[in-house]
């Protein structure tokens, strides 16, 4: 059974920076392409970045690009996001997912998913 646990979160005021990480228990970490979504209250699940299995390729949205650094631990068996320069309209429930048939930006094709770290930005 795959476990991923987000963690990070919290109230944060616009224009601070947050680390949000997410650790894997269970599978086997480095097989396992990784991404980032945000969902705010009335809205879609959303892509936010993502990262290939070894780490070496990563994609994120326009929303949070330039703002946002993905990246992937596989001896910790931990994917982090670093978003900088936060902005309210980044509050939402953010998940990280595991995906074994690689990097992909679509929620739907995610196997595993941890059950969300919420990041609340003030103006």
């Known amino acids: 059974q795959v476990q991923l646990v987000e963690s990070g979160g919290g109230l944060v005021q616009a224009g601070t920076s947050l680390r949000l990480s997410c650790r894997t228990s269970g599978g086997t970490f480095s097989t396992y392409a990784m991404g980032w979504f945000r969902q705010a209250p009335g809205k879609e699940r959303e892509f936010v970045a993502a990262i290939s299995r070894s780490g070496r390729s990563t994609y994120s949205a326009d929303s949070v690009k330039g703002r946002s650094t993905i990246s992937k631990v596989n001896t910790r068996n931990t994917v982090y996001l670093q978003m900088n320069s936060l902005k309210p309209e980044d509050t939402a429930v953010y998940y990280c997912?595991?995906?074994?048939?690689?990097?992909?930006?679509?929620?739907?094709?995610?196997?595993?998913w941890g059950q969300g770290t919420q990041v609340t930005v003030s103006s």
């Open positions: 997912a595991a995906d074994r048939s690689g990097v992909a930006t679509a929620p739907n094709v995610y196997d595993y």
